[in-house]
């Protein structure tokens, strides 16, 4: 079955990395809202052009993907992409440890050296960076972007459209709010409400206040 991938920059590379790799589709090409990017080649495949495309060479009858890390962006295209009748197709890389029993969503991307343990569920269009790791009975909601060698304990829930930064661990039964900010490193001991950014060890809010980002580093 053919795929395309929206989005040429360097999260679709790493996208079209991984479905090779994981040989279910054939890669058909990128797409791309950029003009500057039409007609280059991205990892060997042709960026076709914009979203015109899908319709005037028939690739909508063709799962998506969108390949793009930011996650406002990502549900807006999804959003773009959903309203032509597109559907989408996943990206899991064969590296991934993944139990049986996870609950993976429409447009999740998993790379490589990622584990997701018993009991969790992964929304949405979702990205599960490399080598992050889920443990058991988390909930992940839409658009949720978990970022490289990140760690998440047992029960945590992620609500939608929030980005959990590099090696940032989160500590068992927490719960971060929709549209939040995870600094990377930072140390989650305790619930993070809605829309909030928490950086350090032990993660704290800087919302509306000046911060000293200084202070966060362990010499």
């Known amino acids: 079955m053919g795929i395309t991938i929206f989005g040429a920059g360097g999260h679709g590379k790493v996208v079209a990395d991984v479905l090779e790799r994981q040989a279910k589709y054939k890669l058909l090409g990128f797409l791309d809202d950029n003009p500057e990017w039409w007609g280059k080649?991205?990892?060997?495949?042709?960026?076709?052009?914009?979203?015109?495309?899908?319709i005037s060479q028939g690739l909508i009858r063709y799962p998506i993907i969108v390949g793009v890390g930011d996650n406002q962006a990502r549900q807006q295209l999804v959003a773009r992409l959903g309203s032509l009748g597109c559907h989408f197709g996943q990206a899991i890389h064969p590296s991934a440890q993944i139990a049986r029993d996870v609950q993976i969503g429409p447009g999740v991307m998993i790379m490589a050296n990622v584990v997701v343990n018993p009991g969790s569920k992964i929304?949405?269009?979702?990205?599960?960076?490399?080598?992050?790791?889920?443990?058991?009975?988390?909930?992940?909601?839409?658009?949720?972007?978990?970022?490289?060698?990140?760690?998440?304990?047992?029960?945590?829930?992620?609500?939608?459209?929030?980005?959990?930064?590099?090696?940032?661990?989160?500590?068992?039964?927490?719960?971060?709010?929709?549209?939040?900010?995870?600094?990377?490193?930072?140390?989650?001991?305790?619930?993070?409400?809605?829309?909030?950014?928490?950086?350090?060890?032990?993660?704290?809010?800087?919302?509306?206040?000046?911060?000293?980002?200084?202070?966060?580093?362990?010499?």
């Not at 495949?45 to 979203?51: A, F, Q, S, W």
């Not at 940032?168 to 409400?193: E, F, N, Q, Y």
């Open 41 to 54: 080649e991205i990892y060997d495949y042709k960026v076709l052009g914009g979203l015109d495309i899908l």
């Open 123 to 219: 929304g949405a269009h979702t990205i599960l960076n490399t080598g992050a790791s889920i443990d058991h009975d988390c909930i992940i909601h839409d658009f949720v972007h978990i970022s490289p060698g990140a760690v998440l304990a047992g029960n945590v829930v992620v609500e939608e459209s929030t980005h959990i930064g590099m090696a940032s661990s989160i500590l068992p039964g927490i719960k971060i709010g929709a549209h939040c900010i995870v600094g990377a490193g930072a140390v989650v001991t305790k619930d993070v409400p809605a829309g909030h950014t928490v950086v350090g060890v032990p993660a704290r809010s800087i919302n509306n206040k000046e911060y000293d980002f200084t202070s966060l580093v362990k010499m």
